[in-house]
């Protein structure tokens, strides 16, 4: 079984639609759970840290439910601009260091 | 200020032979770690070194080595190259963290590296 799991897609929207999109992780002693953006041919970027108590940043939400061990991210008012592989990412590092697992990505398109 | 470099941008190798990648971390982060991604899949976790050690190892084999210099830059060796190794590869940097929170991991634009 992956260690992060994601529907790979494609969510094919419209601009102005709403979209969720959500990952399951295994290992219940993850310790910390981001959204990562990644354009076609280039690195992943960080796009939102996911905390507990679920936070938000501009159009995008992002959730974690850890009792269900899954990671969510709303898009609101989608822009033709959000097309992206978007990328779960679940850190299990021990001690204080970074072992980041990605799930596969989920693609977006956005249609005008 | 700098983000995470790597060099090269592209790379082509023959079956067998070995290629050496490179990363400059982000300025001042420590910790770097690689990542192999395959066309459609999402990023892998190779290796990761803090003050000039492997510190945690993903399921790669002994073909892929590594080293991390005293100014924090990175190496990615891959020796006996194969097909299968043809991926864009990844440089990560990093803080460790204090009181058990992590930081964020910052990526280069990644070398693609192809095989034939």
């Known amino acids: 079984r992956k260690e992060v799991e994601q529907d790979p897609g494609p969510f094919n929207v419209p601009e102005g639609a709403t979209v969720a999109f959500n990952c399951t992780y295994s290992n219940s002693a993850s310790q910390s759970f981001f959204w990562y953006r990644q354009d076609c041919r280039k690195e992943p970027k960080l796009l939102m840290s996911?905390?507990?108590s679920g936070n938000e940043d501009g159009r995008f939400t992002a959730q974690l439910n850890r009792a269900s061990q899954y990671i969510s991210l709303l898009i609101r008012d989608s822009k033709l601009s959000d097309s992206a592989t978007y990328l779960c990412v679940v850190n299990m590092g021990w001690d204080n260091f970074n072992k980041f697992y990605f799930g596969s990505g989920t693609k977006l398109n956005v249609k005008p | 200020d700098a983000g995470v470099t790597q060099s090269p941008t592209h790379l082509i190798k023959t079956r067998g032979q070995q290629v050496t990648l490179r990363c400059s971390p982000k300025?001042?982060?420590?910790?770097v770690s690689w990542y192999q991604q395959a066309l459609g899949q999402g990023p892998q976790f190779i290796f990761q070194y803090y003050e000039e050690e492997e510190r945690q190892r993903g399921n790669f084999p002994d073909r892929f080595s590594g080293h991390q210099f005293p100014n924090y830059s990175s190496e990615l060796n891959v020796n006996a190259l194969l097909l299968g190794d043809s991926a864009l590869y990844l440089c990560?940097?990093?803080?460790?963290?204090?009181?058990?929170?992590?930081?964020?991991?910052?990526f280069g634009q990644g070398t693609r590296l192809t095989v034939v």
């Open positions: 990560a940097s990093s803080l460790v963290g204090t009181g058990g929170r992590n930081t964020e991991a910052f």
């Open positions: 996911v905390y507990s």
């Open positions: 300025s001042g982060h420590d910790t």
